[in-house]
């Protein structure tokens, strides 16, 4: 399954290379306009020629939409990536829910709402058995959106109640978390 912070990076990659091409090709083509003249002027026509055959050149990759080949991250211990994540996103769950019970929906958790949003569907990508999401992984997904919905609508009940779905509905083993028992979410003491 493709994260969305994977499709953004893939998108950054190819807006780069993109721009690296068409970047190289102007200095190609200024670098042919200097060569071939003593001054600034534009050179003979066959300069003008090569100079527009390396813009199109350029461009097509562009148009024709090349892109990176997309690679699934693969890991050789895959509980202890679950946990490492884990570890990075459950507290950042822990922050957003602490607030949402003291304080309920205000500007504040209204900022913060997407950011919580956004690591709920990546910790639910963790959770595919193939790099297809599979239904844990768009149950835990749906539930992500129920969240959103009720924050937007600014329900603290229906907010509370759908993070609850989510919580509940990640697999127990070594993704299980509970926000009231901080040693299933939080390192070991040294």
């Not at 290379?17 to 060569?35: C, K, Q, R």
């Not at 539930?143 to 229906?158: L, M, N, Y």
């Amino acid at each position: 399954m493709v994260s969305v912070q994977q499709m953004h990076r893939q998108a950054g990659r190819s807006r780069f290379i993109a721009l690296s091409l068409m970047g190289i090709t102007a200095l190609a083509s200024w670098h042919l306009s200097v060569v071939t003249s003593a001054s600034f002027v534009t050179g003979s026509s066959g300069s003008s020629i090569l100079s527009r055959r390396l813009a199109a050149g350029a461009v097509l990759p562009v148009l024709l939409g090349a892109q990176e080949a997309l690679a699934m991250p693969r890991v050789t211990d895959r509980d202890v990536y679950i946990n490492n994540r884990k570890l990075a996103l459950v507290p950042i769950f822990k922050q957003g829910m602490d607030y949402l019970e003291k304080k309920g929906i205000d500007e504040r958790m209204a900022a913060f709402a997407p950011k919580m949003y956004r690591k709920m569907t990546l910790y639910a990508g963790l959770f595919s058995q193939t790099e297809q999401p599979d239904a844990t992984v768009k149950r835990l997904l749906a539930d992500s959106e129920v969240f959103k919905t009720a924050i937007d609508k600014g329900s603290k009940e229906d907010a509370v109640a759908a993070f609850e779905q989510f919580r509940t509905h990640v697999p127990k083993g070594v993704g299980y978390f509970d926000l009231k028992v901080p040693s299933t979410y939080e390192a070991p003491p040294p």
